[in-house]
């Protein structure tokens, strides 16, 4: 089954290869799993870039499955924009903050390289599902990391259905038995894989989007929100994979993401 799902994925990306160019498999670390694809149509100039991080609970998933790039991608680079999906170590190799780790080094090999793909690095997008939201947030916020790894801060951060903000607070909550499946018991842990352990008035605009079939994310994030002005919130109706999935498609939902972006003066 997973070998067909890779062949299905790989069968879209021959389809849309009319369109984008496809640069695949850039290794940004020393890691196999240092790896990103970058997306850019042939006359990309200075455009703006999204880092995507797909979603899997940290310890599963793929920078290929068509939900986390191909509707975004196909959005998205006709209006300028260059996409990256962008691949981690994961549990048990490595946790959430080695995790977090791995994704700023790779913000920072996309900003460094992005000239060669007609890119601008200064208007660097993150993304991430589910997981994947929380490390993009964790690096948005964390601005000592981001000077660690040589990254300059991104202009934005979308998060989509993520409720790992505080996550002592979640674990007080019904979602705790499955994150002690990952967090374990470690409250130093906890606090430092916390996003709201760093919130700053220098951290970019942050948008949390939310599936509203369940009310813990929504919830989270509109907490976060009240302790920060830069956090915005989206409540989105579809459940935790469309708001991955249908991101991108034409609709409500895609608009209001780029008219988030608009506000951040990107096209």
């Not at 469309?242 to 939902?253: Q, W």
Request: net charge neutral; charged share 20%.
């Amino acid at each position: 089954m997973i070998r067909f799902l890779y062949f299905i994925a790989a069968l879209l990306g021959l389809i849309v290869l009319a369109w984008f160019v496809i640069v695949d498999e850039h290794a940004y670390g020393e890691s196999p799993s240092h790896r990103l694809d970058v997306y850019s149509m042939p006359n990309a100039e200075n455009a703006p870039i999204i880092l995507m991080l797909h979603g899997g609970s940290w310890s599963s998933g793929s920078k290929r499955w068509p939900d986390v790039w191909f509707a975004k991608a196909k959005h998205w680079l006709p209006k300028g924009y260059i996409f990256v999906s962008a691949r981690t170590r994961l549990l048990p190799e490595a946790d959430q903050l080695d995790q977090a780790e791995d994704f700023a080094a790779a913000l920072a090999y996309v900003q460094k390289n992005a000239h060669e793909w007609g890119g601008d690095k200064d208007r660097v997008i993150l993304m991430g599902h589910s997981s994947g939201g929380h490390i993009a947030s964790l690096v948005a916020t964390r601005q000592a990391l981001l000077e660690r790894v040589g990254a300059i801060a991104p202009v934005g951060a979308i998060m989509l259905d993520t409720s790992v903000i505080d996550i002592e607070v979640t674990m007080a909550k019904s979602p705790s038995g499955f994150l002690r499946r990952f967090f374990g018991s470690d409250k130093a842990l906890w606090r430092a894989a916390s996003p709201s352990t760093y919130m700053d008035p220098a951290d970019p605009p942050l948008l949390f989007a939310c599936a509203t079939n369940r009310a813990w994310p929504c919830q989270s994030a509109r907490a976060f929100a009240a302790l920060a002005s830069q956090v915005s919130v989206l409540p989105v109706d579809r459940d935790h994979r469309g708001v991955n999935a249908s991101l991108g498609r034409p609709g409500d939902y895609t608009d209001a993401v780029d008219q988030w972006l608009r506000e951040r003066g990107l096209p």
